[in-house]
C-alpha cells in the first residue's frame, strides 16, 4: 500500500466536503468580505467611484497628523527595540554577566503582562498622578507632572514592551551560532567587539530582520499606547480609525486610513522579504558545538555594560514590583503614593473577587478568551490536517487566506466587520451582528486563526506517517484514524495553543474597543477607563488588582507551556513535548518570514 492511500481516503470522505463548504463559507463570511467592504465603501459608496474620503482626508489636519506620527513611531520603534533587545539577549545569553539569570526574570517580566495592562501599568506609576510622578514632585516641586507623556512616552512603553520578541526568537537564533566559528575567530586575534560585529550579528539578521517588521507593525497600529499615555499632542492612525468609526458620518474616513494602515503592512511584509532573501547567514562547521558565553574584557567596558543592564533591570522590574504592592494598599495609600504596613489590606482582592461590578469583567474577559481559544482549535484540527496532508492549489489558496488576519492590522478587520454586518445580510442568514455580543467572539476566533494554524500544521506534520498508513492497510476509516491515532499525539500541542490564545486575549483591548457590547465590557476597556480616572481611587485599586490576576494567569500559562515542555523536550520530540518556542516549518508570528522558522509566541505587544 502507497503511502498516498490516506489521502485519496481523506479525499473520499463525505466530512472532507463538509469540512470545505464550512471552510469557504467562514473565509468569505468573515476574512474576505468584510475587508473588501471596507474598499467598496471608502471608493464606491454610492456604487460609483469616488475620491471623497481621499480629499476629507487631506483636508484633515488632525488625521494627517495622526498619519504622521504612526509612521514616526514604526521608524523609531524599530530602532529602539532593536538597541534594547539585542543588548538584554547579549547580556543574557551571549556575555558572561554577574547575575545573569536574574537580569533575564526582570527581563522576562514582559512576557506575563502587556498590552493594555502594561500601558495603564506605566500610567500609574510615571503619569501626571503617577506613584513614582508624585514622589518627584515633593522632591523637584518645580518638575513638570506631565512629564511621562506624548511621543516620549509611548515610545518608552512601547519599546520596553516589545522586547519580548527578542527574547523568544533572538535569544533563540543565538543559541544556534556555532561556537567554532567564534573560537576560530578569536584564535585568529579578533576582538571580542569584531567578533561581535562580524560574525554573531549577521549570523542573526534573519530573526532581527523578523523582529524589526514585527517592530514596525506594531508601532504603525499602535493604539492602546497612544490613547493612555499619548495626550492630544500625539495620537496615531488607530484611535483616529476608532474616533471617526465611531460617527456614521465619518466612516469613509475611518475606512480610507485602515485601508492606509494594510497597505503599508503588506508593502513592509514585501520589502523586508526581499531584503532577508539578499544573504546566506549560517555556519559552515560540519560539527557543530554549543556557544559559550564570553567575556568583557575591557574592564571600562565590563562595568558601563554591567551599570547599563542592572540600570534596564530596574525600568523592567519597577512596574511589576510597585503594580503587585499597592493592588494591597488602601485608597490613601494609592493617592498620596505613600505606602506603608499599615496601608497594606485584602480588601482590594476581597471587593474585586466578591463584589459583581469588580468581578464581572473578569468573567466576561475569561469566558470570551476561552471560547475564542477552543473554537480557534478545535475548529483548524481537522482543517490543519487536511492542508498538511494535501500539496494542491486549493489547499494553497485556502492556506492563504486563513493567513489574512496576519497580513491586516486588526483595525480594519474590526471596522470591516462593523460595516459589513450593521445591516441584515445573507452571509450570515439575515442577521445584525453589529452591537451584539457575537461579533466580538467572532474577531477574537478570527485573529487567532493564523497562529493557531500554523502550529496545528508543524504538530501534525511530526507525526510518523507510518501510523496512519498502517491503520488504512487494517481499514481503519478516516474519522477512526484522526479521532483514534492522530488527535491523541497531537493534543498535548493543541493544548498548549489554546492556553496561548486564551492567555493572549485576556486583556484584549484593540479588538475589544471596536467590536464590544456596551453592557458586556471585556477586562481591557475596564482598565482603559480606569486610567481615566472614571472610577476614582476604587478603579485604579482595581486596575492594580486585575494586572496582578492576569500576571499570575499568564505566568502560570507560560510555566505550563513553555517550562514544562522545554524540559520534556529535551527527550521527547513529538507533537506533545515539542516546545512551542521551538522553530518549525512556516513563518512566524504576524505572518513575517524568518527564514522557515515559526515561533510560539504570547501576545504581548502594546499597540
Known amino acids: 500500500m502507497t503511502g498516498g492511500t490516506p489521502a485519496r481516503s481523506m479525499a473520499r470522505s463525505p466530512f472532507v466536503l463538509i469540512v470545505g463548504v464550512v471552510l469557504t463559507w467562514f473565509i468569505a463570511a468573515f476574512l474576505v468580505w468584510p475587508n473588501v467592504n471596507v474598499l467598496i465603501a471608502t471608493f464606491f459608496p454610492d456604487g460609483n467611484f469616488s475620491g ?36 538584554i539577549v547579549l547580556v543574557t545569553h551571549y556575555f558572561r554577566i554577574r547575575g545573569s539569570r536574574i537580569l533575564f526574570l526582570g527581563y522576562a517580566s514582559t512576557f506575563i503582562y502587556g498590552g493594555i495592562v502594561l500601558a495603564a501599568g506605566y500610567k500609574f506609576i510615571y503619569g501626571d498622578k503617577g506613584i513614582v510622578t508624585s514622589l518627584l514632585v515633593k522632591v523637584f516641586p518645580a518638575m513638570d507632572p506631565g512629564w511621562f507623556s506624548g511621543f516620549f512616552a509611548v515610545l518608552v512603553v512601547m519599546t520596553f514592551a516589545t522586547t519580548t520578541n527578542h527574547m523568544l526568537f533572538v535569544a533563540n537564533a543565538l543559541k544556534g551560532i556555532d561556537y567554532q566559528t567564534v573560537e576560530a575567530a578569536k584564535n585568529l586575534g579578533a576582538s571580542t567587539w569584531t567578533i561581535l560585529r562580524r560574525i554573531v550579528l ?213 471596522l470591516g466587520l462593523i460595516i459589513s ?96 457590547h456596551p453592557l458586556v465590557q471585556p477586562l481591557g476597556l475596564v482598565i482603559k477607563a480606569n486610567t481615566d480616572g472614571a472610577e476614582g481611587v476604587q478603579g485604579v485599586a482595581n486596575t492594580f488588582v486585575y494586572t496582578v490576576l492576569l500576571m499570575i494567569i499568564t505566568g502560570v500559562t507560560m510555566y505550563l507551556v513553555y517550562g514544562r515542555t522545554r524540559r520534556q523536550g529535551s527527550t521527547k520530540k513529538g507533537p506533545g513535548g515539542i516546545p512551542p518556542a521551538a522553530p518549525v516549518a512556516g513563518t512566524a508570528h504576524a505572518g513575517v518570514p524568518t527564514s522557515g522558522e515559526d515561533t510560539a509566541q504570547p501576545a504581548v505587544t502594546v499597540r
Do not use: C
Open 202 to 414: 549577521p549570523m542573526l539578521k534573519p530573526t532581527l530582520f523578523a523582529v524589526t517588521i514585527l517592530s514596525f507593525l506594531t508601532g504603525l497600529g499602535a493604539l492602546s499606547a497612544p490613547q493612555v499615555l499619548g495626550g492630544r499632542d500625539f495620537q496615531t492612525i488607530t484611535p483616529m480609525i476608532l474616533t471617526f468609526t465611531n460617527s456614521p458620518t465619518s466612516r469613509d474616513l475611518a475606512a480610507l486610513l485602515a485601508v492606509i494602515l494594510g497597505v503599508a503592512t503588506i508593502l513592509m511584509l514585501a520589502v523586508m522579504s526581499r531584503l532577508e532573501k539578499g544573504g546566506t547567514y549560517f555556519s559552515v562547521s560540519k560539527v557543530s558545538s554549543a556557544l559559550q558565553k564570553q567575556d568583557v574584557t575591557n574592564p571600562a567596558a565590563n562595568i558601563a555594560v554591567h551599570a547599563v543592564a542592572y540600570l534596564l533591570f530596574a525600568v523592567y522590574t519597577l512596574p511589576v514590583v510597585l503594580i503587585v504592592l499597592y493592588s494591597f494598599a488602601d485608597g490613601a495609600a494609592i493617592q498620596t503614593g505613600h505606602l506603608t504596613p499599615g496601608s497594606l489590606t485584602l480588601d482590594n482582592y476581597v471587593r474585586v473577587l466578591t463584589q459583581q461590578s469588580g468581578l464581572r469583567p473578569f468573567v466576561v474577559s475569561v469566558v470570551y478568551s476561552a471560547l475564542a481559544a477552543v473554537i480557534a482549535v478545535g475548529g483548524l484540527l481537522f482543517v490543519a490536517r487536511l492542508l498538511q496532508k494535501y500539496k494542491n492549489w486549493v489547499a494553497n489558496v485556502f492556506e492563504y487566506l486563513l493567513h489574512i488576519p496576519w497580513i491586516l492590522p486588526s483595525a480594519l478587520l474590526a
Open 421 to 516: 454586518y450593521d445591516h441584515p445580510n445573507p452571509l450570515v442568514g439575515g442577521a445584525v451582528l453589529t452591537g451584539t455580543t457575537v461579533i466580538l467572539l467572532i474577531a477574537f476566533v478570527t485573529v487567532k486563526i493564523p497562529f493557531t494554524l500554523r502550529m496545528l500544521k508543524a504538530s501534525f506534520a511530526s507525526v510518523n506517517s507510518s501510523l496512519e498508513e498502517a491503520a488504512a492497510i487494517m481499514g481503519a476509516k478516516t474519522l477512526y484514524v484522526f479521532r483514534r491515532i492522530l488527535l491523541p499525539l497531537v493534543l498535548p500541542a493543541a493544548a498548549a495553543i489554546a492556553a496561548l490564545n486564551f492567555n493572549s486575549l485576556l486583556d484584549d483591548y484593540d479588538t475589544a474597543i471596536f467590536l464590544a
Open 52 to 87: 471623497r474620503a481621499a480629499e476629507k482626508l487631506l483636508s484633515s489636519q488632525r488625521a494627517m497628523k495622526a498619519l504622521g506620527n504612526s509612521f514616526l513611531l514604526a521608524v523609531a520603534l524599530s530602532v529602539t527595540v532593536n538597541l534594547v533587545g539585542i543588548f
